[in-house]
């Protein structure tokens, strides 16, 4: 797997996410649901962080929120420096290309297309030119150890090697904050492992990672692990 280029330390005092007293709540009168209840979050260019809780703690909901996916009903969000919580769905659709990078539990590539098809696609609405999505698209693919499945469709590549195309396509438009959302839980042990070594090796390049996950051994390889209960941290 190829080496990837440290950040400058300096990067390392910024924050990249910062939720202020935010709240999410779901349905009208008496039906309410309060999802998220006064969160105060930060997460620091650089760390990677493990959000953890029980079905239903908020996790999921705090994931959405920073994955520009959803929302807060009150309070601040600030991504990068940027204040998104009350920003439009166009200005959230470009930050999400722009700033984000999702790996989802289901890998959600398109079966027609390549590997390196599927990586090329977000720079596509990026804006870059053909030759430049290619060769940014095979950098990534080879970062994740899969050089030589370049030309492979989704059908021809078991689930860890699909998982890794999918972190490449979340890598490649070199997002500030790189989200994942239960990565592991269609994998086998075995793969599980190798998926996890590709984060650590993306957060010794200095990529700032927050994984959701209710695995143990998923939280235990993050830097920070930080816990909900019924929409609040617990514990950080």
Same mark, same amino acid.
């Given at each position: ?39 105060? +979050? ?7 962080? *493990? $959000? ?5 703690? =908020?996790?999921?909901?705090?994931? %959405? ?62 804006? +870059? ?7 940014? *698209? $095979? ?5 994740? =150890?899969?050089?030589?499945?370049? %030309? ?7 689930g860890g090697q699909q998982q890794r195309v999918a972190i490449a396509r979340a890598i490649v438009n070199r997002p500030v904050l790189l989200l994942a959302d239960e990565p592991t839980g269609a994998l086998d042990s075995q793969t599980t492992q190798e998926v996890l070594n590709i984060f650590d090796d993306l957060h010794r390049s200095g990529m700032t990672i927050v994984v959701v996950t209710h ?22």
């Amino acid at each position: 797997m190829t080496t990837l280029t440290p950040v400058p330390e300096a990067i390392a005092t910024q924050t990249t996410v910062s939720l202020e007293a935010v709240t999410k709540s779901y349905g009208m009168g008496d039906m309410v649901v309060h999802a998220l209840a006064g969160v105060n +979050l930060q997460v620091k260019a650089g760390e990677y962080c *493990a $959000i953890m809780g029980a079905s239903g703690s =908020g996790k999921s909901t705090a994931m %959405n929120v920073i994955g520009c996916l959803d929302r807060p009903t009150s309070g601040r969000y600030f991504l990068d420096g940027q204040d998104v919580a009350t920003m439009d769905d166009d200005s959230l659709a470009h930050i999400r290309n722009r700033k984000l990078g999702f790996v989802f539990q289901q890998f959600h590539l398109l079966p027609q297309l390549t590997a390196v098809e599927n990586v090329m696609l977000p720079m596509l609405y990026a804006g +870059l030119d053909k030759q430049e999505r290619r060769d940014r *698209a $095979i950098d990534a693919l080879t970062k994740v =150890g899969l050089a030589d499945r370049l %030309n492979n469709r989704p059908n021809q590549l078991s689930g860890g090697q699909q998982q890794r195309v999918a972190i490449a396509r979340a890598i490649v438009n070199r997002p500030v904050l790189l989200l994942a959302d239960e990565p592991t839980g269609a994998l086998d042990s075995q793969t599980t492992q190798e998926v996890l070594n590709i984060f650590d090796d993306l957060h010794r390049s200095g990529m700032t990672i927050v994984v959701v996950t209710h695995e143990d051994e998923v939280g235990a390889r993050a830097q920070r692990v930080i816990w909900f209960r019924d929409g609040k941290v617990m514990a950080s």
